[in-house]
């Protein structure tokens, strides 16, 4: 049963830093592609960090300088490393990965910028 798990959300200043976390159990991590994405209410939920399995990287424009998707094997995570944040950062973060043709998504975890 392979399960995704996020943390690490919360309130933070402008300009603050947060790192989340995703831990996935019920397969490995470093055999997929995995991503990050966010929402906000009422509006398209976008990608804001890819990884492949290769290690190859992705970042929209948006957040690219600010924002930093990495994993670790060993513990089988999957980390998002957000500095500079802005108000409009603020949305609800999800991880994802892919496995067997099948998307897999966290339960997520928000995020609030404050001004």
């Known amino acids: 049963q392979v399960q995704l798990v996020e943390s690490g959300g919360g309130l933070v200043q402008t300009g603050g830093s947060l790192r989340l976390s995703c831990a996935v159990s019920?397969?490995?991590?470093?055999?997929?592609?995995m991503a990050w994405y966010r929402q906000i209410p009422g509006k398209q939920r976008e990608a804001v960090a890819s990884?492949?399995?290769?290690?190859?990287?992705n970042y929209p424009d948006n957040v690219k300088g600010r924002f930093t998707i990495s994993t670790d094997n060993a513990k089988n995570t999957m980390y998002l490393q957000m500095n500079s944040l802005k108000p409009e950062d603020t949305a609800v973060y999800y991880c994802?990965?892919?496995?067997?043709?099948?998307?897999?998504w966290g339960q997520g975890t928000q995020v609030t910028v404050s001004s």
């Open positions: 994802s990965g892919f496995w067997r043709g099948q998307v897999y």
């Open positions: 019920g397969t490995f991590l470093s055999a997929n592609a």
């Open positions: 990884i492949t399995s290769g290690g190859y990287t």
